[in-house]
């Protein structure tokens, strides 16, 4: 931490700006090393730090560090209860992040803008319908809160994920009091995937597309929506238009940091140094979660084109190949954490979790959207992203 070469020495405002780039980068190795050295130096019981540390163990998925940061600090202000909040949100305890919320209450700190969207995004997340849409009244008619996109966006996100589609769709059409924009449309295509909603998702990109707001990702959820109910030929029509749009997908990349260095990792990646034992691993693990009951699901996601799909059946999704080395280059038994910058997709979701039973392990996975943790077969995200 410190810089010999200059005599100098971080002050508190470099240990937030360090603390903000390793919440940024999830990097929970160097942000533990900055919560040392904030603590050595005097700087621990600042309450900026104190947020800025619950902030970053939260983005690093430890959210046991976060927690306990949170409970060592005797004076909260809004700021913590709001951090402490989105963490738990954002890594699937929802139940944990309203009981939190009813405790800021009691302890009489007023809710802001940022602690609704943390409460919000914890029922749409873990599917507390009856929740989220009470808090919602809370917060408008209670503490007399404007709702800004970000509030919408979770509502839409809660009935939208809940399966009421259409009370979401009219939702945004009726209710909102801010025009729409292209991630309130987007919020909803990813819940038409999910349950297969055709005619809307349709309809939805429309609404996209006349914001001139359409990407890339977005045509990838349409045809997911259409190889989900088997649509091959609707398939086909999407990725012509892509073709002839010259609408690039991203690559799927998926990173993790073992004793402070990134190895990183894309489909059917040949590039690693010690990739012959990583392929051997990765059919070591196939073979053994199959006999634990995994089947491949090989239909079920085509999220980027060019790379992940070619293959078929002999393509692996980057998050797998990070998973075989995991195993491979770290001791039984430790956790293992990734970080994609895709969604993870269905199969490799169903991957992770029987793996994690079958070899005993903790797999934390960051993906564009939130945090899955895996555990005996199981993730925090009740399968629900
Ligand atoms: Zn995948
Ligand atoms: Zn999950």
């Not at 931490?1 to 940024?24: K, R, V």
Request: net charge negative.
């Amino acid at each position: 931490m410190q810089s010999p070469e200059y005599g100098l020495e971080p002050d508190e405002i470099t240990c937030l700006l360090l603390l903000q780039a390793c919440a940024h980068l999830g990097s929970l190795n160097f942000g533990e090393r900055v919560h040392k050295y904030v603590e050595e130096h005097g700087y621990g019981n600042l309450l900026k730090i104190r947020n800025s540390l619950i902030v970053m163990y939260s983005r690093s998925g430890s959210m046991e560090k976060a927690y306990r940061v949170f409970c060592d600090t005797s004076e909260k202000n809004v700021i913590t209860w709001s951090s402490i909040i989105s963490g738990l949100a954002m890594n699937g305890y929802g139940r944990e992040a309203i009981n939190a919320f009813k405790e800021m209450q009691r302890e009489g700190v007023a809710p802001d803008e940022q602690t609704f969207t943390g409460i919000l995004s914890a029922c749409s997340r873990s599917g507390l319908v009856d929740e989220g849409i009470s808090l919602f009244d809370v917060m408008r008619f209670e503490y007399e809160l404007t709702p800004n996109v970000c509030h919408y966006g979770c509502m839409v996100d809660l009935l939208g994920r809940a399966g009421l589609l259409d009370r979401a769709y009219n939702f945004i059409v009726n209710e909102m009091i801010v025009l729409p924009d292209a991630t309130i449309w987007r919020t909803l295509l990813g819940a038409c995937r999910i349950h297969k909603y055709v005619g809307l998702g349709e309809r939805v990109i429309e609404h996209l597309i006349e914001l001139k707001a359409q990407q890339a990702g977005d045509y990838v959820l349409l045809l997911n929506i259409y190889a989900s109910v088997g649509h091959w030929n609707k398939v086909a029509d999407v990725r012509k238009l892509m073709k002839e749009r010259e609408i690039q997908t991203n690559p799927g990349c998926t990173t993790m940091e073992l004793n402070g260095k990134i190895h990183e990792f894309v489909a059917d990646d040949g590039s690693h140094p010690r990739k012959k034992e990583i392929y051997a691993m990765l059919e070591e693990i196939g073979t053994q979660i199959k006999i634990a009951g995994y089947v491949a699901n090989m239909a079920s996601e085509l999220h980027d084109l060019d790379v992940e799909e070619k293959n078929g059946a002999l393509s692996y999704h980057s998050e797998k190949i990070a998973l075989a080395f995991g195993i491979l280059a770290t001791a039984p038994g430790r956790t293992l954490r990734i970080a994609k910058n895709l969604r993870i997709c269905v199969d490799c979701h169903d991957f992770t979790k029987v793996l994690s039973s079958v070899y005993n392990r903790v797999v934390i996975v960051r993906d564009r959207n939130r945090f899955h943790h895996f555990r005996y077969g199981r993730c925090t995200c009740n399968d629900y992203w």
